[in-house]
């Protein structure tokens, strides 16, 4: 049997704001209507449909409203906001085995006048499980874990926060040139990311994503129909995801566990990418995920950001061209998977010159996706 | 389960610094944790261990990770370590630390290996360091929750 190659066919997205006025449900619902009008695809039409275990709108629901025929795939990844290239994984499975053939990834979520992350009302355990533990002490949000690795991570590599600042910084400037970006009206120089305060140290405020209001939605279908679509298709070269290995050090990210099967999946290495979109919920991670994915050796990923290494004009390796959870929005990985996809089309507002292969990380190693241009 | 008279009493328990008192964020403990925290509340820092192959574990797991064992003891700890790492929470979106802040918790390395999460009594944010030597204090918070801080240890 010929092996069935995926692509992304239709890619859409909502205004990103502090107070969508909307519910999630309706998100996730215009978002998915901008991807299929993107795809020339029409709703019943899907016939999978995926989401974030964190997301509030069920796939019943989703598939109601588009008059979906006849829902043959569908299911969720119970990690957290890290799960999208994971999804994109799981939904190219499906596509392969011939499970589905129109599978819809969506994300609509009211982060920021709902439900915040950042108050720990979505991940905290109110000191139950596990939360017994560590809660007591004040660890109390996904950044609270995340600032005591990157703290020892500083320690052991010489990492430091003027390093972290220059993510954040030239995110920024990828962000004033996307209009969609909450930040594109706003600079940010070094000295304001080394002067804001601390939120938890070490991270400072400019470390920090977004909280955000929108919606994100992907169309994926087998490579063959997508010639026929109305966009030139991009290609899934690879999709992997991880959640555990039991010889992880503490400061491991998921990264250095996922890179060697990405990689050997695409037949290709860290040298051959073009332009990478890392899951920058902090912006450490970034440095973080470019040591672990083996873009640089250990100690190396805060040397190249500071000389400019990522910066989309000229640096060796782009990354968040839209400017990220940092300055664009806080869509859980959905939003560097529109903008992985937009590279590989070659229609990003910050776009690298010949991009043939578009990595993306949503979750510094706990998924990753390999786009790339119809070879054909 | 092993005894020993090594781990500090709970007299031994050192003035608490201010920031890190007063309505904590309580552990509701699960009912096979119970040992855990009879032990701190008796003034023993016990960790879990697989009677099958020894491995200590903490945050409590139902099976051993490197042999799948699923019976344990809680081995008495000596209370030492040194700080593995560690935050300053300057910002507190949680009620019971709201106005607290700044406050750090650390990490600790356990002598024996595992690490836990906690706070220290007697050394302010500024002044942690990474390595820094610690031994444990038994902090009670409720008749029920006893929970183990950290203190400077200057014996050695």
Known sequence: MPTTEVAVVGIGET?????????????????????????????????????????????????????????????????????????????????????????VIYRGVNGRSGRRYGSGEVTGRRGRGAGAFSEPFGMLTPQHGLAMTAHRRMHETGTTSRQFGMVAVTERAHANRNPRATFHDRRLSIEEHQESRFIVEPFRLYDCCLETDGGGALVLTSLERA?????????????????????????????????????????????????AQIYDHFAPFVVFALEDYGFVERGEGGPLVESGGIAWDGGLL???????????????????????????????????????????????????????PDAR | MTTSNDAPSPDAAAPIEPNILGDRLLPVPEPEHAPYWDALRAGELRIQRCTSCDTLRHSPQ???????????????????????????????????????????????QLEEGPRMASNLVDVSPEDIEIGLPVEVVFHPVTDEITLPLFRRNTSN
């Open chain 2, 62 to 108: 139902p099976m051993c990770p490197r042999c799948r064992g699923s019976e344990y003891e809680w081995a008495l700890m000596s209370g030492r370590g040194e700080v593995y790492s560690y935050v300053v929470t300057h910002q507190a979106t949680n009620a019971a630390f709201r106005d607290k802040t700044p406050f750090a918790t650390v990490l600790i």
């Open chain 1, 227 to 275: 010639r026929s679509l109305k966009q030139p298709p991009v290609e899934i070269k690879a999709a992997a995801q991880f959640a555990f290995a039991a010889d992880r050090e503490y400061t491991d990210t998921a990264a250095k566990f996922l890179a060697p099967r990405l990689w050997a999946q695409a037949g290709l290495g860290p040298s051959d990418m073009d332009v």
């Open chain 1, 15 to 103: 205004d990103y704001s502090r107070d969508s006025g909307r519910s999630e449900l309706m998100l996730s619902l215009q978002a998915i209507n901008a991807a299929l009008e993107d795809a020339g695809l029409d709703g019943p039409e899907v016939d999978g449909l995926m989401t974030w275990s964190v997301d509030t709108s069920p796939e019943a629901a989703i598939a109601e409203n588009l008059g979906v025929r006849d829902l043959k795939w569908f299911g969720q990844i119970n990690q957290a906001g890290n799960v999208g290239a994971a999804l994109v994984a799981s939904a190219s499975a499906a596509i392969r085995a011939g499970l589905a053939e129109v599978v």
């Open chain 1, 318 to 372: 782009p990354v968040n061209t839209s400017g990220g959870h940092l300055s664009e929005a806080y869509m859980q990985g959905m939003n560097q998977l529109l903008e992985g996809v937009r590279q590989a089309r070659g229609t990003s507002t910050a776009q690298v010159k010949d991009v043939g292969a578009s990595f993306v990380d949503t979750g510094i190693g706990t998924g990753a996706v390999i786009f790339g």
